[in-house]
């Protein structure tokens, strides 16, 4: 069993600051990628960035410059410090974790972006 639990989401005003913080327990043999999804009201769960055991980062378009993703492998613990908010970041974010033995994911946490 892994377990996946995401922090740090909340209210936020647009043009302000949050960082989300993922951690990862549990049986876990191998960790290859960690990552971020978010998935806006009524919409698609997409990808917003994710990171590879070596340091390797891939951003979507919509986020490059304004969102700085991190990880601890010695803590199986991914970041992600997101600057510069925009209402359309509004979404609930999920953390994943890709391993050995599959892909697990998080619960997810809320972020909204409003005045």
């Known amino acids: 069993q892994v377990q996946v639990v995401e922090s740090g989401g909340g209210l936020v005003q647009p043009g302000g600051s949050l960082r989300l913080s993922c951690a990862a327990s549990?049986?876990?043999?191998?960790?290859?990628?960690m990552g971020w999804y978010r998935q806006p009201p009524g919409e698609q769960r997409d990808l917003v960035a994710e990171i590879s055991a070596n340091g390797i980062t891939n951003y979507q378009d919509f986020v490059k410059g304004r969102f700085t993703i991190s990880r601890d492998n010695t803590k199986n613990t991914v970041l992600l410090q997101m600057t510069s908010l925009k209402p359309e970041d509004t979404a609930v974010y999920y953390c994943?974790?890709?391993?050995?033995?599959?892909?697990?994911w998080g619960q997810g946490t809320q972020v909204t972006v409003s005045s």
């Open positions: 549990g049986s876990i043999r191998s960790i290859y990628w």
């Open positions: 994943y974790v890709s391993t050995a033995t599959g892909s697990y």
